[in-house]
C-alpha cells in the first residue's frame, strides 16, 4: 500500500468562524511548519490577497508541497496564486454551492473554464488539486480526461458533509460509491466535515486512499478544539496504528507527480 499523504488545511474553520486561524504570510508560514513537522507532505493554504508572500513564506519554512485554495475565485482573481511559488491549484469540477456560519456561496464554474484551467496549468507546471463533491463532478473530470487536457495521475480530494447544495452525507456508503467511480490513475484523498471524519477517514487510509484534516475541515478531535498540526498528529497516529506508514514530502510529490516551482 502507498504510504498515506496527509493535506494540512490550517484555514478559517467556515462552521466555526470565531476560531483564529493564521492569516499573515508570517502566521501562515508558521503553521505550514508546524503541520508538516506533525506529518503533512501537503499543506492547503488561503491567502487574503498575499498569495505570492504567502507561498514564499511557507517555502521558507517547509520543504511540503503548497496547493492553494478558494477555489471559487474566478480565474482572474487567482492569477497571483498561478504566478507565485505554489505546485498545485485546488479546482471545482463544478459550481460552488455552500452555506456556511456568515458565507452563502454560489459561484458558476464551466466546462470552458476547466478548459482555461488546463491551458494555464500546463504554461505554469502546476498540478491541479480537482474537488469532487459529487459524481456529477466525476463526469465533468472525465470529459476532461477523454480529452487529454490534463495528465495523469489525477490528484482529487472527493468531499463529505460540506454544508450546501453540493452537500454529500458523510457515510462509508457515499465514499465507497463515488471512489468506484473514479477514472483510473486517480490518487484519491478525503476530506469530511464534520465528527463523522474518523470512521469516513479511517476507511479511507485502509482503503489506500489518502485523507485531508484542518481547521478548515473539522477543528476538532472528538469533542476538543485542535489546531491543525494536532490535527495532522492525530491522524498521523491512526495511520500507524491501522500500519500503514506516512508518507514523506519526496514520496508525495513522486505519487502525485508535482512539478516543483521553489
Known amino acids: 500500500m502507498e504510504p498515506l ?9 467556515w462552521l466555526n468562524p470565531k476560531l483564529k486561524f493564521p492569516k499573515t504570510p508570517e502566521e501562515i508560514g508558521e503553521a505550514a511548519e508546524k503541520c508538516a513537522k506533525a506529518g503533512a507532505s501537503i499543506i492547503h493554504i488561503h491567502s487574503d490577497g498575499k498569495w505570492k508572500e504567502s507561498t514564499r513564506m511557507v517555502r521558507r519554512r517547509t520543504d511540503a508541497i503548497i496547493q492553494c485554495g478558494m477555489s471559487s475565485l474566478s480565474i482572474k482573481n487567482r ?29 458558476l464554474h464551466t466546462r470552458e473554464e476547466l478548459k482555461e484551467y488546463a491551458a494555464l496549468l500546463r504554461k505554469h507546471g502546476l498540478k491541479p488539486e480537482f474537488e469532487v463533491w459529487h459524481s456529477g463532478h466525476i463526469w465533468n473530470l472525465k470529459y476532461l480526461i477523454e480529452r487529454n487536457y490534463f495528465q495523469r495521475p489525477y490528484f482529487s480530494t472527493l468531499f463529505f458533509g460540506w454544508p450546501g447544495g453540493n452537500w454529500s452525507p458523510p457515510i462509508l456508503e457515499e465514499y465507497l460509491q463515488r471512489r468506484r467511480m473514479m477514472p483510473d490513475n486517480s490518487i484519491i484523498s478525503v476530506s469530511v466535515m464534520g465528527p463523522e471524519n474518523i470512521k469516513v477517514l479511517t476507511a479511507a487510509i485502509l482503503m489506500g486512499d489518502h485523507v485531508r484534516v484542518g481547521t478548515e475541515d ?45
Not at 91 to 103: K, P, Q, R, S, Y
Open 5 to 13: 499523504i496527509i493535506t494540512a488545511t490550517p484555514n478559517i474553520s
Open 218 to 262: 473539522h477543528p476538532f478531535i472528538g469533542n476538543k478544539k485542535a489546531k491543525t498540526e494536532e490535527l495532522v498528529s492525530w491522524i498521523s497516529d491512526v495511520a500507524r496504528s491501522l500500519g500503514r506508514r506516512v508518507a514523506s514530502t519526496d514520496e508525495a510529490v513522486n505519487l502525485i507527480g508535482v512539478r516543483r516551482r521553489g
Open 79 to 107: 492569477m497571483d496564486a498561478i504566478n507565485g511559488d505554489c505546485d498545485m491549484i485546488s479546482i471545482i469540477l463544478g459550481h460552488h454551492d455552500e452555506a456556511f456560519v456568515n458565507v452563502e456561496t454560489h459561484k
